[in-house]
């Protein structure tokens, strides 16, 4: 990828003076300038390619910007202070969240596990953009991930299997999960995957023919009548139809798959016509359409979906939809990117915490049921939590606000009934001093040591709170 690509790429789709974009490319080349990928090319290749990406899902030019400057911070001497100075701070505080996922080391195999990190992701990164970026970087090193050893493929693989394909999906951005979760697959299951991609394209030649048919067909009986479509043929993604399989415990012939093909077309009003072109010359099934286009999904995805009957009697699925809906459904939320900061000296934290919420919201416009939409959303995101790790790696979530105390019952009664001290980032720290997500703490407990009735003053967590009144009520320490 050569500067005058990315340019003119972005150029497609914004009228942003592109001067600061110039620079960054030519920053972040000088400052990798020595250092090598493990493929023996110069390492701002993958920064090239990380901008690429973003380019392809139509960010803005601070996003892109970020991607050219993603590693400029961890990998090179360039200074903070030099670096915000030469960018100002909305591209410094990208790179800056990228960094800081970049130092977040998953090492549990636990599920549950895994459910946390994304969430300490999603609140570390605190600008939807930043794990935008951290998608791009993930996808550039998982296409690359051939020159690293096995070691390595296996530990990456596993990640981005666990956290970050999951983090795609949560986003909307379908595509790069799919991609992400196949590259993952392809080295984890190595003889799996290589079985079922051999099967899935010999499975893709048969249906081509039937596919080709359908396209002649809708050609035919829109003669001239102009209306612009393009009909694509759904990707396939390998690892789900593998998990499929694992969860139905079927072969590969027995999964139901129907053809599946889209029509993309450039406004609402063709999108009906062309659903009404289809039907009059396939069979629908009944009670198969439904029109996400009146009534679009919480997250906003829009198409039309019908099934029809080819002459043949197979099931073709249909999704017909406009460019724009295409680009929404492929990029989630990246492609609803219209959000920027206002310029007041408002409250910073009150900020950090709205942002997330006002990218949702712009989400919710338009919707039915933006109740239901904000139930899940909070569930998936508390805004007042802080993510506490053990010094083993293990975190945990607590309200904001909690203190090692809290922390010590969280993870066990026991630990927490035998606290003397804690360790905060290796120092020594009260037990009532308030923790911060991404603190390593460190409980100190002394054998037959008991809970202090002033305890009950300091605890945040009800959890804590009901343990230590049990303690002291079974030991006649406190009346009810
Ligand atoms: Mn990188």
Redesign the pocket.
Known sequence: MQLEDLLKKFREYSAEDTAKLEYAWQFSLDAHTDQKRASGEIYFI??AA?AEILVDFKMDLETIAAGLM??VLEDTTVSRDTFRKEFGSEIYELVLGVTKI?TLKFSSRDEAQAENWRKMILATAKDIRVIVIKLA?RL??MRTLNFLTQEKQLEISHETLSLYAPLAQRLGIFHVKSELEDLSFKYLHPDEYQDLLAKVQLHFVKREKLLEEFKQGVEKHLGGTQIPHRVLSRAKNIYSIYRKMQKQNLPFEDIQDALGIRIITDNIINCYALLGTVHSIFKPVTGSFTDYIAVPKMNLYRSLHTSVMAPSGEIIEIQIRTEEMHHTSEYGIAAHWRYKLGASGADQHLDEKLNWLRQWMEWLQDLSSPREFIESFKTDLELDQIFIFTPKGDVKALPAGSNPLDFAYAIHSDIGDACIGAKVNNKMAKLDGPLKSGDICEIITRRNSAPKKDWLGIVKTAGARSHIRKYLREHGQLED
């Open positions: 993958h920064c990380v993603h590693d970049e970087d550039h090193n």
